[in-house]
């Protein structure tokens, strides 16, 4: 029999399934529930398992465009093993094969207890698989239920022969920019197996931020980096729904150089979201497709709900709580609101309610006179009409740029410190206090401000102002402060991490 290799496509979270991802209205072919042993390691990038008592190989021979992996069946072997077949098993862990190998070959008990218990890079993880198999574009497309001893997780994968079917077939189904994430680097994750790091650029309405994580083989994440830059890629969006050609290249230039920067620090994946600007401008696609010609990095425009959901992932793992709580995100083109209780989402909507707007409106990026920001106040007040009317939350959680800018210039931060600005709690009267002081100074004047990041000047006041008539809203008198935001959610839940740093 001729074994053809075949590109596939992965990606894990809990949120994934049929009816996220389009495959609700296709019939199902096949439904299959198994039991297999796959045997991980850290050095090597092969699979290795144990299927109906057969001893199984997938070589990974190579990544080829927007990350598609082509995997090669090398080996399908009954135990015991041969001397050779456990030498394939070896070099596919990446480790040096045992020396002596019986007459009667290796059994999977005798390679279970003298090749893989003694090595600390070696694991043998039993997962059991519900899967649910559909056809699409030629493709087979599969929905997995996993459980481990340690967890449970859900998984959507698409394979072909033909990779332009792959591509084309996670465009159908809203899937074309998440990371390809195979099973052996999911199972990983989900066992706090091995060491590996990722990378998340979120493209903003005003920003462009980079997080850099690592996980160790303890479930540990420990941050590599995390930073962001002001490009203004919604400049004049507003008053001409496209994207100017300046803000595209500056926010090009900025993700290009975020990119070097992962791969500089030996990055094992990369996500790329974008929000409300790409969402909303006529040219969206264009900035994308430049991004992918350029950076061949597919960033993938999610929706305000999906950005909502995710922000409220992360702000929550960060600051966990067990009332009533709302959790906000401000950016510059819109904000998110998220209504639960401890980790468990009730609500989510966004509005189109964004600093870089009432910036251009109300010329709040400049000093202005009390009559211009009461007109600020009311039109913002007048459109977060969806906050009226549902009672006073136990707890009011604020993410995104506006907010911990805030805190950080309330803690007169000369460098910023994301553990500091962690949990800061903002009350009106520090609120009301910064207003004033950005009210009073052009955005020359405001670059001096201690805290303030200087590419955030002009938008500050907008920003403030937002986060104030939230809480009026709310009928809350404060706020606590989350240095978790979008990019750590899209950590979480791309690359099946359960915590965010």
């Keep these: 029999m001729t074994v053809v290799p075949r590109w596939e496509w992965r990606s894990f979270g809990e949120h994934l ?12 072919q096949q439904v299959v529930d198994s039991s297999e042993l796959y045997l991980l390691a850290t050095p090597g990038t092969d699979l290795v398992k144990v299927r109906d008592g057969l001893m199984d190989i997938k070589h990974l021979q190579r990544v080829g465009d927007g990350g598609l992996e082509l995997w090669n069946p090398v080996l399908k072997a009954a135990f015991p093993l041969s001397a050779t077949d456990v030498a394939a098993v070896a070099a596919a862990w990446g480790v040096e094969a045992p020396t002596t190998i ?52 859900r998984t959507v994968a698409i394979e072909s022969e033909d990779p332009a079917a792959v591509v084309a077939t996670l ?81 090009v230039d900025a993700i290009a150089q975020m990119l070097e920067e992962a791969r500089e620090d030996e990055v094992d994946a990369v996500a790329a979201v974008g929000t409300a600007g790409l ?36 702000a929550t793992a960060g600051l966990p709580a067990t009332g009533s709580r709302v959790v906000f995100d401000t950016g510059g083109g819109s904000s998110q609101f998220t209504f639960g209780h401890g980790g468990r989402v009730d609500e989510m909507f966004s509005v189109d309610v964004g ?79 910064q207003i004033e002081l950005y009210r009073t100074r052009p955005a020359a004047e405001r670059r001096s401000i201690t805290g303030l990041q200087p590419a955030r000047a002009e938008v500050i006041l907008a920003g403030a102002c937002v986060v104030r008539t939230v809480l009026d809203k709310l009928g809350k008198d404060s706020l606590t402060v989350s240095d978790r935001g979008l990019r750590h959610g899209v950590l979480a839940e791309r690359f099946a991490a359960t915590e965010v740093v």
């Design 171 to 251: 465009a159908e189904l809203g899937l074309a920019g998440r990371p390809n994430v195979n099973y052996g680097r999911g199972l990983k994750v989900l066992e706090h197996f091995g060491t590996e790091r990722f990378a998340v650029i979120d493209v903003g309405t005003n920003s462009v931020k980079l997080h850099v994580g690592e996980r160790s083989a303890d479930g540990a994440w420990r941050r590599i980096a995390d930073r962001s830059v002001i490009t203004r890629l919604g400049d004049g969006l507003r008053q001409t729904g496209r994207l100017g050609t300046e803000p595209m290249e500056r926010t």
């Design 102 to 153: 019986g007459e009667q070959g290796l059994s999977l008990d005798g390679l279970l207890e003298h090749v893989v218990a003694p090595n600390p890079r070696l694991r043998a993880v039993e997962v059991r698989k519900h899967r649910q198999r559909y056809q699409l574009r030629g493709c087979l497309a599969e929905v997995t239920d996993v459980r481990t001893d340690h967890g449970a997780t």
């Design 17 to 28: 399934g049929e009816s996220g991802t389009g495959l609700a209205e296709l019939p199902v």
């Design 355 to 433: 600093a870089v707007r009432f910036t251009e409106q109300f010329g709040l990026g400049d000093a202005v006179s009390e009559a211009t920001l009461a007109a600020a106040l009311a039109a913002i007040s007048g459109e977060l009409g969806r906050l009226e009317d549902r009672g006073t939350p136990d707890d009011v959680l604020a993410i995104g740029g506006a907010a911990t800018n805030l805190a950080a210039v309330s803690h007169a931060l000369a460098d910023y410190d994301p553990d500091v600005v962690q949990g800061t709690v903002l009350d009106l009267a520090e609120i009301d206090r």
């Design 279 to 314: 969402r909303i401008a006529e040219n969206g696609r264009d900035f994308v497709h430049t991004v992918r010609e350029r950076c061949d990095l597919l960033v993938e425009v999610i929706s305000g709900e999906e950005e909502t959901r995710l922000a409220y992932l992360a």
